[in-house]
């Protein structure tokens, strides 16, 4: 498949677009140039279509542990199975990570337990959040597809690139 050039080696097109889509997922809107908006799309389109597929896709498994009274017990855990899997190592491949921010009235403590509870960001908001949303609105619809949308700004001013705001319907 041919790709717009957007100007830039293919190193740096690729990182462009890698950042931008991120920022799309994680932020829900970006600000960009028309050609790019549409790269980024089309990316973003189709991450997002690997995470509806497979957002559900989870196995109940029993584990025995020993806790601190050398009692066995048994914990029932939800982890991924190996299609949901295979697809967030395949997204995680793409998407960079943004580093977690500590709120203002979170205390460092509390602040690390949830920074070591969700690793990668990013991909955790795509799977539980955007992923089930899509999919919902595809099973109403009866169409798939057509999760952005580009709004067209006006010319930049100094260059008059077409300007255009790219979001997540």
Not at 2 to 23: C, E, F, I, W, Y
Request: proline residues 3%; contains cysteine; charged residues 35%.
């Amino acid at each position: 498949m041919a790709h717009r050039k957007l100007g830039r080696p293919s190193d740096q097109r690729q990182a462009m677009l890698r950042n931008q889509v991120t920022n799309l997922i994680w932020y829900g809107k970006i600000e960009t140039t028309l050609a790019r908006g549409k790269e980024v799309q089309s990316v973003a389109e189709h991450l997002i279509t690997i995470a509806m597929r497979q957002c559900d896709n989870t196995i109940e498994v029993t584990k025995k542990t020993k806790n601190d009274k050398q009692q066995i017990v048994e914990l029932t855990v939800t982890n991924d199975a190996p299609e949901r899997l295979a697809a967030r190592r395949r997204v995680m491949s793409y998407l960079y990570d943004i580093p977690a921010i500590q709120n203002k009235d979170e205390e460092r403590d509390d602040f690390k337990a949830r920074k070591k509870q969700v690793k990668h960001q990013v991909v955790e908001k795509l799977f539980r959040e955007i992923a089930p949303k899509y999919k919902k609105r595809a099973e109403e619809k009866g169409q798939g597809g057509g999760y952005t949308r580009i709004v067209r700004k006006g010319p930049r001013r100094g260059d008059a690139a077409e300007m255009v705001i790219l979001e997540l319907v």
